[in-house]
């Protein structure tokens, strides 16, 4: 493994210092969400106490401070993400807000009776559901490209998929369950030679990857701040923004408009044309915290290093009997999901929180992917860079205990 130093990465976390029913906390759940540095709940709690006014509004002190800040954020995520202007970021309440949000004005721009949008089968139900609704609103059709055995998304289908009638391709970075890393920049090529847009579901995948939205030529990706270490209810919307102009807004309110009148209501320009009511401005600072965090850190050795803990994860685990992994294909970062024969995975997830293993289980927001795999729900390890080996190995000791217990 390389040289990643998470003895020093750790003691930035408050939350993994703590003991639960007397053990060490082990957390390996941080798929579901992540634990924040200390940077992140001092800029949160700073502004709460001493930095808070709403945004865009008022001329005082505090306010002018606040919408400075919440811009800068928004600069931050620019950079982060390499967009091309600010204008290109939308803050949301995360992922599932930002998915919603271009269904309902995607969908009321572009799609109409019979059109399609395509999704894959190893899609979060956030980037299912929303487009589902929309269907049904407009009477149009989903289509879905299926995964192989390994998890791979099998883009061969994908090509005869897509019709002219395909209004937009809808693709996680990285699945939730499998933790395959999916060939974006080559599917979004795939997709715009038949002139379809794309939308990149980057929840996992901004988390575990350096993202160059526009390396990757997407049209939109969408993340969550509270998997990338900052507070929830915080989340991006990125859109080129030649899409972005020509989509209606969605909400109305406060801060989108330019003028309003009983006649006639303008919008504001871009980003704020999506931003209505108070923005959650002390939410977009803790993510600009985060994401200045995360460039203080060696990233690109934390990235190799949770890639190199998924993979020893994955060996460890299989020395235990009867355990099957989903999502084998390279490259794989960030989850490991399975079940055990005979072991039911609520029960052993129960097991091991009285150890202070914190692991996710169920269907994983991702029923269609359990149906593929024939399984009801399943046990998902999620290691993050604070994670350690011997952390791994606890929990691979844990479980072989709690099959026996189960079984017995
Ligand atoms: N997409 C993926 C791949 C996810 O993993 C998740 C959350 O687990 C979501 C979407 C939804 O994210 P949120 O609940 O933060 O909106």
Same mark, same amino acid.
């Given at each position: 493994?390389?040289?990643?130093?998470?003895?020093?990465?750790?003691?930035? &976390?408050?939350?993994?210092?703590?003991?639960?029913?007397?053990?060490?906390?082990?957390?390996?759940?941080?798929?579901?969400?992540?634990?924040?540095?200390?940077?992140?709940?001092?800029?949160?709690?700073?502004?709460?106490?001493?930095?808070?006014?709403?945004?865009?509004?008022?001329?005082?002190?505090?306010?002018?401070? +606040?919408?400075?800040?919440?811009?800068?954020?928004?600069?931050?995520?620019?950079?982060?993400?390499?967009?091309?202007?600010?204008?290109?970021?939308?803050?949301?309440?995360?992922?599932?807000?930002?998915?919603?949000?271009?269904? &309902?004005?995607?969908?009321?721009? %572009?799609?109409?009776?019979?059109?399609?949008?395509?999704?894959?089968?190893?899609?979060?139900?956030?980037?299912?559901?929303? %487009?589902?609704?929309?269907?049904?609103? @407009?009477?149009?059709?989903?289509?879905?490209?299926?995964?192989?055995?390994?998890?791979?998304?099998?883009?061969?289908?994908?090509?005869?998929?897509? =019709?002219? @009638?395909?209004?937009?391709?809808?693709?996680?970075?990285?699945?939730?369950?499998? !933790?395959?890393?999916?060939?974006?920049?080559?599917?979004?090529?795939?997709?715009?030679?038949?002139?379809?847009?794309?939308?990149?579901?980057?929840?996992?995948?901004?988390?575990?990857?350096?993202?160059?939205?526009?390396?990757?030529?997407?049209?939109?990706?969408?993340?969550?701040?509270? @998997?990338?270490?900052?507070?929830?209810?915080?989340?991006?919307?990125?859109?080129?923004?030649?899409?972005?102009?020509?989509?209606?807004?969605?909400?109305?309110?406060?801060?989108?408009?330019? /003028?309003? =009148?009983?006649?006639?209501?303008?919008?504001?320009?871009?980003?704020?044309?999506?931003?209505?009511?108070?923005?959650?401005?002390?939410?977009? +600072?803790?993510?600009? /915290?985060?994401?200045?965090?995360?460039?203080?850190?060696?990233?690109?050795?934390?990235?190799?290093?949770?890639?190199?803990?998924?993979?020893?994860?994955?060996?460890?685990? /299989?020395?235990?009997?009867?355990?099957?992994?989903?999502?084998?294909?390279?490259?794989?970062?960030?989850?490991?999901? &399975?079940?055990?024969?005979?072991?039911?995975?609520?029960?052993?997830?129960?097991?091991?929180?009285? /150890? !202070?293993?914190?692991?996710?289980?169920?269907?994983? +927001?991702?029923?269609?992917?359990?149906?593929?795999?024939?399984?009801?729900?399943?046990?998902?390890?999620?290691?993050? &860079?604070?994670?350690?080996?011997?952390?791994?190995?606890?929990?691979?000791?844990?479980?072989?205990?709690?099959?026996?217990?189960?079984?017995?």
């Amino acid at each position: 493994m390389n040289t990643f130093d998470f003895t020093t990465i750790r003691r930035d &976390f408050p939350a993994l210092q703590q003991q639960v029913y007397g053990r060490p906390l082990i957390y390996l759940d941080s798929a579901a969400t992540a634990q924040k540095p200390q940077c992140v709940t001092d800029t949160v709690n700073d502004m709460h106490r001493r930095l808070n006014a709403n945004i865009h509004r008022a001329v005082h002190y505090l306010a002018t401070q +606040c919408t400075e800040r919440y811009e800068q954020a928004r600069e931050t995520v620019r950079r982060f993400i390499h967009a091309r202007a600010t204008q290109e970021v939308v803050f949301t309440s995360g992922t599932t807000a930002a998915i919603n949000l271009l269904a &309902f004005s995607f969908g009321e721009r %572009w799609v109409g009776v019979d059109d399609e949008i395509i999704v894959t089968e190893a899609e979060h139900h956030s980037n299912i559901v929303p %487009w589902q609704l929309l269907c049904e609103r @407009k009477g149009a059709r989903l289509k879905v490209v299926p995964v192989d055995d390994a998890g791979r998304l099998q883009t061969n289908v994908l090509a005869t998929l897509i =019709s002219e @009638k395909t209004r937009l391709l809808c693709i996680t970075h990285i699945s939730n369950v499998l !933790g395959v890393v999916n060939p974006v920049r080559e599917i979004v090529r795939l997709a715009h030679t038949h002139g379809v847009p794309t939308l990149v579901d980057g929840a996992q995948g901004v988390v575990h990857q350096p993202v160059d939205v526009q390396e990757m030529d997407c049209d939109f990706y969408v993340f969550s701040g509270h @998997k990338l270490y900052a507070p929830t209810g915080i989340g991006v919307l990125y859109g080129k923004e030649k899409q972005l102009e020509q989509l209606p807004p969605w909400q109305g309110g406060g801060d989108m408009i330019a /003028s309003v =009148s009983f006649d006639k209501t303008t919008f504001a320009e871009l980003p704020l044309k999506f931003e209505a009511g108070t923005a959650n401005y002390i939410g977009a +600072c803790g993510l600009a /915290s985060a994401i200045d965090y995360l460039a203080s850190i060696p990233l690109a050795a934390a990235h190799r290093y949770e890639q190199e803990l998924a993979a020893y994860a994955m060996r460890q685990l /299989s020395t235990i009997e009867g355990l099957q992994i989903y999502g084998e294909a390279a490259p794989k970062t960030g989850v490991v999901s &399975f079940t055990i024969a005979g072991v039911h995975p609520l029960d052993a997830a129960a097991i091991l929180d009285k /150890s !202070g293993i914190a692991v996710r289980t169920g269907h994983l +927001c991702a029923e269609p992917l359990m149906r593929r795999f024939g399984v009801q729900g399943m046990l998902r390890v999620s290691p993050a &860079f604070y994670n350690t080996p011997v952390e791994i190995d606890t929990l691979v000791v844990a479980l072989k205990t709690a099959k026996k217990m189960l079984k017995a």
